[in-house]
Structures are given as structure tokens and as C-alpha cells.
């Protein structure tokens, strides 16, 4: 029996950088796809994106100066940004299956990538909303004799604005006061036998 192929997915890496990259990403897909004969009628369309792009660029812009409610529009356009990019993967995906030889060749037009394999490795981290509103809960994986450190931000781009919540030798943290709706991101560092790790991946969280 021959091993069935397996499906070469989509993968955009819109979550976890920095606003300024994404604005480049948008641009990047845009720029691959404009002309492009695989895509004849991208939806959402190229010129739609194009604006929302810029509407991102402009609010972030704004939340260089720290003008009060600048961020969280920031974040609303982002947001906007993603759903949209993540129509616009969907569709390379359709026209992609459409033509099982070209897959790879497809997606790469588009500037965009393929899905690695799956491999499953415990969570160092994890941040997720508790049952509490407006909190959640932080968890990262233990170490002989650790003490560990975690840090929120609401603009993980601005290096200054990451804030010290936690240094405790518990690998669980709950973090209250939180705004519902706000979108706030996390890391975290571990200190073992005098010595501090890197800051792991930065996690972003919705809270509810």
C-alpha cells in the first residue's frame, strides 16, 4: 500500500512578533501576490489589504507617543490585519489543493511558507485566562531548585515596557486586574544555580 501524501498546509506566523513585522509581512504577501497568474481573485482583495496595512502602520506610529487609548487601537487594527491575512492564507490554500503538483511552488508564490511537521515537546510556558475575570493563569516547567521571573507587556515591541510581575520559586502565577478584552503578552525566565536563562517565546493572551 502506498503511503498516503501528506497535505502541505499554509503558515503565515502572524502571533507572537512584533507589530512592525507584521506590517512587513502584509506587504511582503501583498508584493508576492500582485501579477501573480496563480492568484487571479484574491479574497480578501490586495488593495483591502493594502489600507488596512497602512491603518496599522499609522496607529502604531501613534503609539510611539503614548497618546492615552493609542495601543489598544493599535491592537484593534492589528487584530483586523490578522483576520484578514489569515482569509487571504486560506484562500492560497484553496488554490494550492487545487493543484496537488504545484502545491509547494503555490504557496511559496505567495510569500508565504509550509507548515513543518508537528513534533510534540512538553510546554515550557503557557499562559491561559483562569476562571477569575480578568486574570490568567501562568505555568512553565519546573527545574531542580529553579526560582523563576515573568515579565506582561502591552507592547512587547517596546523593550522599556516590559514589567517584572512575579519572581517566585512556584512554577504557577496568577495574574489579576487585568483588563477584559485587553490583549496583554507574557515570557518568562528561569534562574538556576545563580544563572538566568533568555527570555523564552513572548505569548499573547485575550483576556476574558
Avoid at 494550492?96 to 504557496?107: D, F, G, L, M, Q
Avoid at 519546573?142 to 512556584?170: E, F, L, R
Amino acid at each position: 500500500m502506498t503511503p498516503k501524501a501528506k497535505k502541505k498546509c499554509v503558515a503565515m506566523g502572524l502571533w507572537n512578533i512584533p507589530i512592525a513585522t507584521l506590517v512587513q509581512k502584509s506587504r511582503h504577501f501583498v508584493s508576492s501576490m500582485t501579477g501573480n497568474s496563480y492568484f487571479t481573485s484574491p479574497a480578501p482583495d490586495l488593495a483591502s489589504i493594502t489600507t488596512q496595512t497602512d491603518a496599522l502602520e499609522n496607529a502604531y506610529q501613534v503609539s510611539l507617543t503614548r497618546v492615552v487609548g493609542s495601543v489598544a487601537a493599535m491592537h484593534t487594527e492589528a487584530r483586523q490585519l490578522r483576520f484578514m491575512l489569515q482569509c487571504l492564507g486560506a484562500y492560497v490554500q484553496n488554490v494550492a489543493n487545487a493543484t496537488p503538483e504545484s502545491t509547494s511552488e503555490i504557496i511559496a508564490s505567495a510569500g508565504m511558507t509550509e507548515k513543518k511537521p508537528m513534533q510534540r515537546k512538553p510546554k515550557e510556558f503557557s499562559v491561559i485566562n483562569s476562571k477569575i475575570k480578568g486574570s490568567v493563569e501562568l505555568n512553565i516547567k519546573a527545574v531542580t531548585h529553579g526560582a523563576y521571573i515573568y515579565q506582561m507587556s502591552s507592547d512587547p515591541s517596546n523593550a522599556a515596557g516590559w514589567n517584572t510581575i512575579c519572581i517566585s520559586t512556584k512554577v504557577k502565577f496568577l495574574q489579576k486586574g487585568l483588563k477584559p478584552g485587553g490583549i496583554y503578552y507574557f515570557r518568562a525566565s528561569v534562574v538556576s544555580k545563580g544563572v538566568q536563562s533568555n527570555w523564552g517565546n513572548v505569548l499573547e493572551v485575550m483576556v476574558i
